[in-house]
């Protein structure tokens, strides 16, 4: 099917959802309620197609670089999180890689050559099995961000990412990086230099990024003691621990708790 690039294309999928194609501006009556959006480029010259999050879309598709067009599916959260089975973790602050398993629905979507009339019910079918995938992907953790070029492969990404899931849920405990590299199955020199390039900081400081945010949380949370919170979170002792918060939060730990009383 040949189609204009600088047009719009609206399918719309249901009352809850809808998907446009291309790169024109297009007013915001009709949209459902409480959307967010999933900009997909729909390009495929020099990369992979890349997935973008909106919690709070516009009215501007967003077109991919080069001015090409992306593929916009504009559908109400109530709906995201009923076909993940809970809320969404995505979000806006990456840029995500379309999974290989994925690049076949769009291209459906995007390259349907059928006549007219079964070409509409083959795209929209098509459309709910893609943003199906995304909310699955996003449910088990297997999205890919990318921040600026990432030189490593796409399965050596997915074990950083696997990293970075690690330390989230770990970050109490002593890790180091040749632990994390070998659970993750990744060398060490791989998994900082794909680290880096995903997420834009070091494994060490994702690591104590994890711990204070934990200690903010019990801090204003909780009535435990503040020495017990900066173990809990891994530091050996509250110097250290005090110290660490300070350069992050710009107060002592004792000092935040105590505005908040």
């Not at 009556?29 to 390009?43: E, H, K, S, T, Y």
């Not at 791989?190 to 995903?198: D, P, T």
Request: charged content about 25%.
């Amino acid at each position: 099917m040949q189609r204009d690039e600088s047009a719009t294309e609206l399918i719309r999928v249901s009352d809850e959802m809808l998907a446009i194609i291309g790169t024109a501006p297009l007013s915001q009556q009709g949209w459902p309620d409480r959307a967010v959006a999933f900009a997909i480029d729909l390009r495929e010259v020099r990369q992979p197609p890349s997935l973008r999050f909106f919690a709070e879309p516009t009215r501007e598709p967003p077109a991919g670089e080069d001015g090409f067009p992306c593929l916009y599916f504009i559908v109400t959260r109530e709906a995201c999180e009923r076909l993940r089975g809970g809320p969404l973790s995505i979000h806006g602050d990456y840029t995500y890689l379309l999974a290989p398993s994925m690049r076949p629905i769009l291209r459906a979507i995007r390259d349907c050559a059928l006549p007219e009339g079964s070409a509409a019910p083959y795209r929209l079918a098509k459309c709910i099995e893609l943003l199906c995938e995304i909310l699955e992907a996003d449910r088990v953790g297997t999205l890919v961000p990318v921040v600026g070029r990432c030189t490593l492969s796409e399965l050596d990404r997915r074990r950083v990412v696997a990293s970075r899931t690690l330390i989230e849920e770990r970050s109490s405990e002593p890790l180091t990086l040749d632990q994390i590299a070998r659970q993750c199955g990744i060398n060490r020199t791989k998994l900082s230099r794909g680290f880096r390039e995903i997420y834009g900081t070091s494994v060490a400081d994702a690591i104590a990024e994890c711990r204070l945010a934990q200690a903010h949380r019990a801090l204003l949370g909780t009535d435990l003691p503040v020495g017990l919170i900066g173990y809990r979170s891994g530091y050996q002792n509250n110097a250290s621990f005090t110290r660490a918060f300070g350069r992050r939060y710009g107060v002592p730990p004792s000092s935040l708790r105590s505005r908040m009383n």
